[in-house]
């Protein structure tokens, strides 16, 4: 059985804290994903289909949850490493200070992601007018406050424990990594 990739473990525990943060039972998806287990699928597989289980059932998140998906699948090293550190930290201690903090970093990530693909639509919807090939360069992070772009960002949900002991399941998922190909 294949585990976890840091990318995707990254997606499940953000899809999870999001799910917890809005309201959602984020152990929903975890007991999902262990039946999917149980039954054969491999973690990646698992989470997947518990998600889009999740995603299915909750109209409202699906757009959310796919988006935090994309971000993560198309992140540096040095971004996932923030993410994770700030949802280690929240799974660890129910503290959203990290999470809190990063919001600005995430709006804007998420803002550049969806010009990328917007751009990206375009030229594949339009071939002919899309100049010749040109080098891509990423252009530097710019952080914007998410009250001021209408952003949700991360939004304090109840205070105190931990998630675990608020949802009875610990949101953190350590076992092994899950490699799904980027979506194209």
Known sequence: MSALSHKHRITVNAALATI??????????????????????????????ALNSFAASTPALSGT????????????????????????????????SGLNALTPMIEADMDALDVREDAKGEAEANPAATPAAAPVVEQPRSFTNPAQSGGAGF??????????????????????????????
């Open 20 to 49: 917890h943060a809005s309201g959602g039972d984020a152990s929903f998806v975890t007991r999902t994903a262990r039946t999917h287990m149980a039954s054969g699928h491999d973690p990646r597989k698992a989470y997947e289909l």
């Open 65 to 96: 949850l796919q988006r935090i998906t994309r971000l993560v699948l198309a992140s540096d090293a040095a971004t996932l490493a923030k993410y994770d550190t700030a949802l280690h930290h929240y799974n660890a201690t129910g503290d959203e």
């Open 155 to 184: 939004r304090p949900s109840k205070s105190g424990e931990a998630l675990a002991c608020q949802t009875g399941v610990p949101l953190s998922y350590t076992g092994p990594a899950i490699d799904m190909p980027p979506s194209s």
